[in-house]
């Protein structure tokens, strides 16, 4: 079975640009989780959808949002980027709530 | 005090040795407890998950809970230099789907 996957992998932007990153989770999971990843705070939750409802988000500006469509598969979307957003964006999908969670690759952004 | 506690390390060991990576939570409802790997540039890795007090074992590698302390470990037996990884405990709170991230331990694992 094949496993999740990012695109793209690699992202390169400036300040005040929009980025919308993919995920595509394991067959049959249906349930998506985003989580950030920087040097200085470690893997930080974003949010995380269940048959296309948010079921919960993180502690993170409104810049950042996300959707997911009936095939289970999500996007998070962050409008006018700041240096900050430089980070590895990584998308875990589980078969349903409260099951375990595997990660994707990520898509590393770097915003200059 | 951090919801998910870990010591950042590097814990050095030589090869064959036990490696035991320790991590307390703050939150007692939390049910679910899991440690993943991640290597330099790669992602989190699932390794075990736990969701009893007590210990369950997966070849080289046993986890640990004792709920009580609210503390999770994992015990790598036999270390081998390809297990020189960042591990990173994770626990799920109750009631949310979200994992919540210690900041890692950096293991080193020398010939």
């Known amino acids: 079975k094949a496993g999740v996957t990012q695109t793209p992998r690699y992202l390169i932007k400036t300040r005040g640009q929009q980025v919308t990153l993919s995920c595509s989770p394991i067959?049959?999971?249906?349930?998506v989780s985003w989580y950030q990843q920087t040097p200085g705070q470690g893997l930080q939750f974003l949010f995380e959808?269940?048959?296309?409802?948010?079921?919960n988000k993180g502690n993170f500006p409104g810049r950042f949002s996300g959707r997911q469509f009936s095939n289970s598969r999500s996007e998070m979307n962050v409008s006018t980027l700041e240096l900050g957003d430089s980070a590895l964006y990584l998308c875990?999908?589980?078969?349903?709530?409260?099951?375990?969670?595997?990660f994707g690759p990520g898509t590393r952004l770097l915003v200059l | 005090q951090k919801e998910v506690e870990q010591n950042s390390g590097p814990l050095s060991v030589p090869e064959g040795a036990i490696a035991s990576l320790n991590c307390t939570y703050s939150?007692?409802?939390?049910?679910?407890f899991f440690w993943y790997r991640q290597y330099s540039g790669k992602s989190p890795e699932l390794i075990m998950f736990?969701?009893?007090?007590g210990d369950k074992e997966d070849g080289r590698f046993t986890a640990q809970l004792n709920k009580a302390s609210q503390y999770v470990s994992l015990l790598i037996r036999d270390s081998q230099p390809s297990d020189s990884a960042t591990y990173l405990c994770?626990?799920?709170?109750?009631?949310?789907?979200?994992?919540?991230f210690g900041t890692g331990t950096r293991l080193q694992v020398f010939p």
């Open positions: 875990a999908s589980s078969p349903g709530w409260q099951e375990t969670q595997y």
């Open positions: 067959s049959g999971h249906r349930s």
């Open positions: 959808y269940f048959s296309e409802t948010q079921r």
């Open positions: 939150d007692r409802g939390s049910q679910s």
């Open positions: 736990i969701y009893s007090n």
């Open positions: 994770a626990v799920k709170p109750p009631n949310t789907d979200k994992l919540i």
